[in-house]
T-cell receptor, first 110, second 113 residues
Framework: RKEVEQDPGPFNVPEGATVAFNCTYSNSASQSFFWYRQDCRKEPKLLMSVYSSGNEDGRFTAQLNRASQYISLLIRDSKLSDSATYLCVVKNTNAGKSTFGDGTTLTVKP | GAGVSQSPSNKVTEKGKDVELRCDPISGHTALYWYRQSLGQGLEFLIYFQGNSAPDKSGLPSDRFSAERTGGSVSTLTIQRTQQEDSAVYLC???????????FGPGTRLTVT
């Protein structure tokens, strides 16, 4: 079993739709959680950190459930420019190492 | 300010040759990471450096892979006797300490023929 698991998709949604991605992690010592976005043939870029209380950044909402070792990302009012691969990242800060999920691919269509 | 830079952007080499990949982190970032991403796959952790501490080499796939970080800044990833399975994009990231957000460079696309 992989340390960080994501549904690979692809998710194909129309503009304006709401879409949610899930991620589970197996290492209970994990302390920090992130969502990154990666466009085709580009480097990953930080989308948002994920806090225990949940956090929102515009159309994006991230939530963490430590008991279930589960992270989610909700995108509201999808735009064409949201089309990308979304990577779930889990980090044991003391160890320094980050573990990336394989990503979930989103395509937003007109 | 300047982000993470990597060179070369593309490298084609023959099987059996050695290659060196360079990473220039964001100024002031004490932590530096190397990852590898094969086509259609997720990121695979290779190694990280934090300040003057011994690097965590736990992700290096074989003893043909090594990395240095000189003066706490620039890092070089060396792959000796390259094999075709080494073909991938090699990504470098840096952060302000281990707890900081990681910022990635554009990567080096390595092709071993």
């Amino acid at each position: 079993r992989k340390e960080v698991e994501q549904d690979p998709g692809p998710f194909n949604v129309p503009e304006g739709a709401t879409v949610a991605f899930n991620c589970t992690y197996s290492n209970s010592a994990s302390q920090s959680f992130f969502w990154y976005r990666q466009d085709c043939r580009k480097e990953p870029k930080l989308l948002m950190s994920v806090y225990s209380s949940g956090n929102e950044d515009g159309r994006f909402t991230a939530q963490l459930n430590r008991a279930s070792q589960y992270i989610s990302l909700l995108i509201r009012d999808s735009k064409l420019s949201d089309s990308a691969t979304y990577l779930c990242v889990v980090k044991n800060t003391n160890a320094g190492k980050s573990t990336f999920g394989d990503g979930t691919t989103l395509t937003v269509k007109p | 300010g300047a982000g993470v830079s990597q060179s070369p952007s593309n490298k084609v080499t023959e099987k059996g040759k050695d290659v060196e990949l360079r990473c220039d982190p964001i100024s002031g970032h004490t932590a530096l990471y190397w990852y590898r991403q094969s086509l259609g796959q997720g990121l695979e952790f290779l190694i990280y450096f934090q300040g003057n501490s011994a690097p965590d080499k736990s992700g290096l796939p074989s003893d043909r892979f090594s990395a240095e970080r000189t003066g706490g800044s620039v890092s070089t990833l060396t792959i000796q006797r390259t094999q075709q399975e080494d073909s991938a994009v090699y990504l470098c990231a840096s952060s302000l300490g281990l707890a900081g957000d990681q910022y990635f460079g554009p990567g080096t696309r390595l092709t071993v023929t």
